[in-house]
């Protein structure tokens, strides 16, 4: 039912689109010649908004920010924002294609369970208000974004909590000009966008959308903790067998809705997502059934207020948001317990129990062991809300001094613990004490599982809720006491009713000697604030302390870069100390719980270059080249000791070089190409390194078929077919030998995961 309504939604945009499609046409077309004729010089001027919360050139912004225009991502094909953050420095991504699709490791900060950076559309965070997770999975569409800002470094001197390493914002196009993409590939993929997008006069109206489905990439077989066999042995998931979740099975579904309408400086607009994924790669075989989905759902209602004159500049935003897990959340699992019994048989006599009758011709007694194997099925759920209202303001007091300050107030409603619904059935198993396979000597019961009643998805309870209250003020100058220099200095406070009180500083200085020169210097801080998740998220064997404080960041970073027309070359540094970081303690009867106790450390270095070539003939009319590579060196203290040790699950060495080029102006061709270096993993995993690996993306695509607007694209994901793997999730120690029941006990996470194939994606897209 959501689907056909989203499906209703987007031929009605579609059909008032097609009757603008003269004017929008014209727009668009201006503005993509005015992009593909820009130098890199030019490209230096772009406007940003996200390094201060205000408007400014890129060249002056006091950050080190990275901008994907609507050009390079139509160029490169990017379909979701996984293919962006592939290609940029500093990100190791890690991806299971399951309930957390991915995580993002930025500048050798490795979390597990709440994300480091804040995700933005507009302006308007989007991270999850349970665990914190961006949730940048495939429900966000890339068609509607006129560009990606990606900000490094700490950023919560202007946005508060959670902007640790850095904030991405998605900025979205609404100056008219809509479009139609459609996307069908492997694995059962499809994918439709709609962006549209009408201004007459003061007026504005804009809506964008995404219908998303697949059968998720086929990675079973690929390691031995991921065979068939694992999710479909009767003895393990005999129960489950009348039910369509045994088999390697982890499809993803989602729809996307964003809509607003502006007049003059007042928009109000609502942004609706539900993404639903299976287990995929992450959990070992055996464990749990990978066919199981894990859900989310956000709607956010907002009114935001610009008004401006030529001194001061206001904005007001105001927001209601619903972040929740759906108790339709389904979750299957087993747990065997070992020698729960014993049965002896002596010399002459047989074994009768379990229904067999196996006779001992011995001389001696012969014992058997009964292990009870329990199979769950269980429906999660989360409900969280948040009323928010924030308040910017710019003042130009004078030519060379910009002021930005304002404040916040934040009320989360959140989820104390996840409401569980369970089912639970017991099999018992006889095997040899003496067999060191536990071969079960009875036959495997299989019969329709019993699933438990879901939780209802829309009760925010007093009894299972928190109210937490943030309250936060800031402000930043910049000024420049020549031309060649902006001076930065910042200070914000933060209070939380849980938390307490957080200060954080910035300062730092942006430097133009000379033309095309830039040099920044920066000493910033930010905190990230313990989600709910680890507060309250607890169940028997989770990680939950309510007496978490932030984690601290401080950073100090340097930055130079060079552009002249038709080339640019830059390199960045920094160190990072991150204090009350949160680690683990094992308690006696609870399990492991986290605490504030320990700290982490980063060095790194990236170096850029870019080259863009335009107007080189009949033939190739365009080239660009953009290069990153990057070392970083991660260390952690978790347990207070004095001594650091490699972080792991990251590598020191990665290098992105992107090539695109365009043919007689209508044919691109842009090839992605990533270096890992080899991976030490987390001290829990048992493999130890994951294997360097080279693997490159390809995309070509034809511009104006037939009639202008009509573009026919085809994308290849590993393009080479390169068999290489990610590192797993969280303890990733299930390793892939001496696989039993025993292990499969004992081990949740996969060591390592397996990446897709070489996978093809066709698209059509129409641009009026």
């Known amino acids: 039912?959501?689907?056909?309504?989203?499906?209703?939604?987007?031929?009605?945009?579609?059909?008032?689109?097609?009757?603008?499609?003269?004017?929008?046409?014209?727009?668009?077309?201006?503005?993509?010649?005015?992009?593909?004729?820009?130098?890199?010089?030019?490209?230096?001027?772009?406007?940003?908004?996200?390094?201060?919360?205000?408007?400014?050139?890129?060249?002056?912004?006091?950050?080190?920010?990275?901008?994907?225009?609507?050009?390079?991502?139509?160029?490169?094909?990017?379909?979701?924002?996984?293919?962006?953050?592939?290609?940029?420095?500093?990100?190791?991504?890690?991806?299971?294609?399951?309930?957390?699709?991915?995580?993002?490791?930025?500048?050798?900060?490795?979390?597990?369970?709440?994300?480091?950076?804040?995700?933005?559309?507009?302006?308007?965070?989007?991270?999850?208000?349970?665990?914190?997770?961006?949730?940048?999975?495939a429900q966000y569409p890339l068609q509607n974004v006129k560009q990606i800002e990606i900000v490094y470094g700490p950023a919560s001197a202007i946005y508060g909590p959670n902007a640790f390493t850095g904030v991405i914002n998605l900025i979205t196009k609404k100056d008219g000009g809509s479009s139609v993409l459609t996307s069908v590939g492997q694995n059962n993929t499809n994918i439709v966008d709609l962006h549209f997008s009408q201004k007459v006069d003061d007026l504005s109206i804009n809506m964008s959308g995404r219908l998303y489905q697949s059968a998720g990439p086929d990675l079973e077989g690929r390691t031995p903790m991921l065979e068939e066999e694992l999710f479909t042995n009767p003895y393990y998931w005999g129960d489950f067998a009348q039910t369509d979740f045994t088999g390697y099975n982890s499809p993803m579904e989602s729809n996307f809705l964003n809509t607003s309408v502006s007049f003059k400086g007042l928009t109000v607009g609502w942004i609706n997502f539900f993404y639903e994924s299976g287990l995929g790669s992450e959990f070992a075989g055996g464990t749990s059934l990978n066919a199981g989905t894990w859900q989310f759902k956000e709607n956010t209602f907002y009114g935001k207020y610009e008004v401006s004159n030529d001194k001061l500049s206001s904005k007001t935003l105001l927001r209601y948001r619903r972040s929740d897990i759906p108790g339709s959340a389904a979750f299957l699992w087993r747990w065997l317990e070992q020698g729960t019994d014993t049965v002896v048989v002596a010399p002459g006599g047989a074994l009768t129990d379990y229904g067999l009758n196996i006779p001992n011709t011995g001389a001696t007694d012969e014992t058997y062991v009964?292990?009870?194997?329990?199979?769950?099925?269980?429906?999660?759920?989360?409900?969280?809300?948040?009323?928010?209202?924030?308040?910017?303001?710019?003042?130009?007091?004078?030519?060379?001094?910009?002021?930005?300050?304002?404040?916040?107030?934040?009320?989360?409603?959140?989820?104390?613990?996840?409401?569980?619904?369970?089912?639970?059935?017991?099999?018992?198993?006889?095997?040899?004490?003496?067999?060191?396979?536990?071969?079960?000597?009875?036959?495997?019961?299989?019969?329709?599982?019993?699933?438990?009643?879901?939780?209802?998805?829309?009760?925010?309870?007093?009894?299972?809720?928190?109210?937490?209250?943030?309250r936060g003020v800031y402000a930043q100058a910049q000024y420049s006491p020549s031309e060649v220099i902006t001076l930065v200095g910042g200070l914000r406070y933060d209070y939380n009713s849980v938390w307490k009180e957080v200060w954080s500083p910035r300062i730092g200085v942006v430097a133009q000697p000379a033309p095309g020169f830039v040099a920044k210097a920066f000493f910033g801080t930010a905190f990230l604030e313990p989600s709910a998740r680890i507060l309250y998220g607890g169940w028997q064997g989770s990680l939950s302390n309510d007496d978490l404080v932030p984690e601290k960041m401080r950073t100090f970073e340097v930055s130079a870069a060079y552009t002249k027309s038709i080339w640019s070359a830059g390199i960045n540094m920094f160190y990072n100390t991150a204090p009350d970081a949160i680690g683990q303690v094992r308690v006696p009867g609870v399990g492991r719980v986290p605490v504030n106790l320990g700290s982490r450390r980063m060095i790194g270095v990236e170096a850029n270059g870019k080259v863009l070539l335009t107007n080189q003939g009949s033939f190739l009319s365009k080239f660009r080249g953009d290069l990153y590579v990057s070392y970083i060196k991660s260390e952690e203290d978790l347990g207070d000791t004095g001594d650091f040790e490699e972080t792991g699950n990251m590598a020191p060495v990665k290098v992105k070089a992107i090539l695109t080029g365009f043919i007689k102006d209508r044919l691109s061709i842009s090839l992605q190409n990533r270096y890992i270096s080899e991976i030490n993993t987390v001290k829990t995993n048992p493999l130890g390194k994951i294997d360097p690996y080279f693997v490159n993306d390809l995309y070509v695509q034809y511009n104006d078929v037939l009639v202008e607007g009509i573009s026919l694209g085809v994308k290849v994901y590993n393009l080479l077919d390169v068999d290489y793997f990610h590192p797993g999730y969280r303890d990733a120690d299930a390793g892939e030998s001496g696989v039993d029941n025993a292990l499969l006990n004992t081990s949740w996470y996969n060591s390592r995961l397996p990446q897709p194939e070489r996978t093809f994606m066709f698209t059509f897209k129409y641009s009026f």
Request: negative net charge; aromatic residues 14%.
């Open 1 to 137: 039912m959501k689907h056909l309504q989203l499906m209703r939604l987007f031929f009605m945009g579609a059909f008032f689109a097609l009757s603008q499609v003269g004017y929008a046409q014209e727009e668009q077309t201006e503005d993509e010649n005015f992009m593909f004729e820009m130098t890199l010089e030019e490209l230096l001027q772009v406007e940003v908004t996200t390094a201060s919360n205000r408007a400014e050139k890129l060249n002056k912004a006091p950050a080190t920010i990275i901008v994907i225009t609507e050009q390079e991502i139509n160029e490169r094909g990017y379909l979701e924002l996984y293919d962006v953050l592939h290609d940029l420095p500093g990100f190791d991504l890690s991806r299971a294609f399951g309930d957390d699709n991915y995580y993002a490791y930025v500048r050798g900060y490795r979390k597990t369970t709440s994300d480091q950076m804040l995700l933005m559309i507009d302006g308007i965070i989007m991270n999850h208000l349970y665990n914190n997770n961006m949730n940048g999975y």
């Open 370 to 470: 009964v292990d009870q194997n329990y199979q769950y099925a269980e429906y999660w759920q989360a409900n969280n809300a948040g009323y928010s209202l924030f308040q910017d303001f710019a003042y130009n007091a004078v030519s060379n001094l910009v002021v930005n300050f304002g404040f916040k107030y934040d009320r989360r409603i959140l989820n104390r613990d996840y409401v569980i619904n369970t089912s639970e059935v017991m099999r018992e198993y006889i095997h040899r004490r003496d067999d060191p396979n536990r071969t079960p000597l009875n036959e495997a019961v299989e019969s329709t599982f019993p699933f438990p009643a879901r939780p209802d998805d829309a009760t925010l309870d007093q009894e299972n809720h928190n109210t937490l209250d943030d």
